[in-house]
């Protein structure tokens, strides 16, 4: 038996009901988003699917268990948050054109993540360690969301993780701030109140992403595939790969091609519809 989960501003009663027509499946209607059990003989062309409606549609892992599911694991940059702390950063030191370039080819996948990273914070040597409470104060935004989602993981006993190839000036107030179960990112170094241009230490990259998941799993006494992972660029494709579901975020084509499911239309609360968690808006 597969399970299908439809969800997001555009689904519609209609379309809802011509998708489950088709797949002759068994409809269960929660008030944000609808789960069909259906046949695998009926299946029906995924990617046709989605270009034909304007709302998120993904089909589950045979093997994963959403009530089974303990640990949500995420990137922070462009997936928690709406921005990229370090392009944000280098926009003071009007540098931002080329960072974020080096930044896009990262997580396109282009180029090798701790390279570029090294290359990027190189840039900012120099610049005050104030400029980074500017950017969290000004520059800082909640995906929509995501307030929503951790609140209701919360109260599912689902622990929360970020882990993020950012840094921890911004990964630990937003751990403070919401609540998060576990954090790790990179360490800038600084000296007399301004940035080094270095990291400290290793860089938090694809490989430490993914045995931070494996490591907070065996500290809960939970199998990888009672966690999920969510994403938008490529230095997430090793950490999803271990996960019991994979979940891309609004990503980078690369990371939506391999991911188990996608959400290009729900904000963050997407992830509670893959769990069948219904919750409200209000």
Known sequence: M???????????????????RQLAAEVKAFENFVVLHFDSANMLDLDALRQEYSFDINLLPGDFLANQAK????????????????????????????????????????IDFETSLRSRVSLLKGLPVSVLEQVYQQRLKLNPGAELMISTLKNHNIKTALVSGGFTFFTERLQQRLGLDYTMANVLAEHDGKLTGEVVGDVCGAESKAQFLLRQCEELGIAPSQALAMGDGANDLLMMAEAGLSIAYHAKPKVQKQASTVLNHCGLEGVLGLLHLDFSQA
């Open 2 to 20: 597969n399970t299908m989960v439809l969800q997001g501003a555009g689904l519609t009663v209609h379309a809802g009901e011509a998708i489950a």
């Open 71 to 110: 640990l949500l694991v995420m990137d922070m940059d462009s997936t928690l948050i709406s921005i990229e702390c370090i392009d944000e950063i280098a926009d003071f030191m009007n540098l931002k054109p080329q960072v974020s370039e080096i930044t896009e080819s990262a997580m396109r996948g282009e």
